[in-house]
């Protein structure tokens, strides 16, 4: 079992940066290839990144790339996205998820755990 805590959302100006964290607790956590997402009322959950166990391999979704950077500290079991130049169609609340395999996915459905969500606004 592993319990994610998302932290680090706000209001932020366009262009502006923000730090999201996801702290897990449970064991094995650094077994989990790791996600972010987001979901705006009414709309499917959208992949934004994935970061493998190790943090060496990376995947995003073409909206952010090179605007987000998912990062992980195993000792501190804790995942990070790294959020720059924000525009305000990113304003959706983001969720971490936890997967229980070492590959990358952008499939919802391939991950075990998620976190509860924390809402970003980016005012334009």
């Known amino acids: 079992q592993v319990r994610l805590v998302e932290s680090g959302g706000g209001l932020v100006q366009a262009g502006g940066s923000l730090r999201l964290s996801c702290a897990a607790s449970?064991?094995?956590?650094?077994?989990?290839?790791m996600g972010w997402f987001r979901q705006a009322p009414g709309k499917e959950r959208e992949f934004v990144a994935a970061i493998s166990w190790s943090g060496d391999s990376t995947d995003y979704s073409d909206s952010v790339k090179g605007r987000f950077t998912a990062s992980r500290d195993n000792a501190k079991n804790t995942v990070y996205l790294q959020m720059n130049s924000l525009k305000p169609e990113d304003t959706v609340v983001y969720y971490c998820?936890?997967?229980?395999?070492?590959?990358?996915?952008?499939?919802?459905?391939?991950?075990?755990?998620w976190g509860q969500g924390t809402q970003v606004t980016v005012s334009s």
């Open positions: 449970g064991r094995a956590f650094s077994s989990y290839a």
């Open positions: 998820a936890a997967r229980n395999l070492l590959g990358l996915s952008r499939e919802p459905s391939d991950y075990l755990y």
